[in-house]
């Protein structure tokens, strides 16, 4: 089996950044996209996990609108780790921040998620 741990996550000030990271490990033959989702707080209808930026195996990248310019997705393929670099932080990126990988034998797996609070 393989499995995803996330790291990074923490409290920090609007305008601040933080550098999220994804290690997998297990029984890895390869890895197809890698990329980053997040669920803001609030138990309601709608409030769904949302993409944040994923990246193929080849480096291709798509990032969501609301982060475009500020976030970077980056990966390591032979260290199979995917980084999420988060600059100039708002309070509206609060969520827990879930990493995802396609893996080329078991399909798409989720990590448990790392919290990132963004509040002065």
């Known amino acids: 089996q393989v499995q995803l741990v996330e790291s990074g996550g923490g409290l920090m000030h609007p305008g601040g950044s933080l550098r999220l990271s994804c290690a997998a490990s297990g029984n890895i033959v390869s890895i197809n996209s890698m990329g980053w989702y997040r669920q803001a707080p609030g138990n309601h209808p709608g409030n769904q996990r949302e993409?944040?930026?994923?990246?193929?195996?080849?480096?291709?990248?798509t990032y969501n609108d609301y982060v475009k310019g500020r976030f970077t997705i980056s990966r390591d393929n032979v260290q199979n780790t995917v980084h999420l670099q988060m600059t100039a932080l708002k309070p509206e990126d609060t969520a827990v921040y879930y990493c995802?990988?396609?893996?080329?034998?078991?399909?798409?797996?989720w990590g448990r998620g790392t919290q990132v609070t963004v509040s002065s």
């Open positions: 995802n990988a396609a893996f080329s034998m078991y399909g798409p797996r």
């Open positions: 993409l944040v930026a994923v990246i193929s195996r080849g480096g291709s990248t």
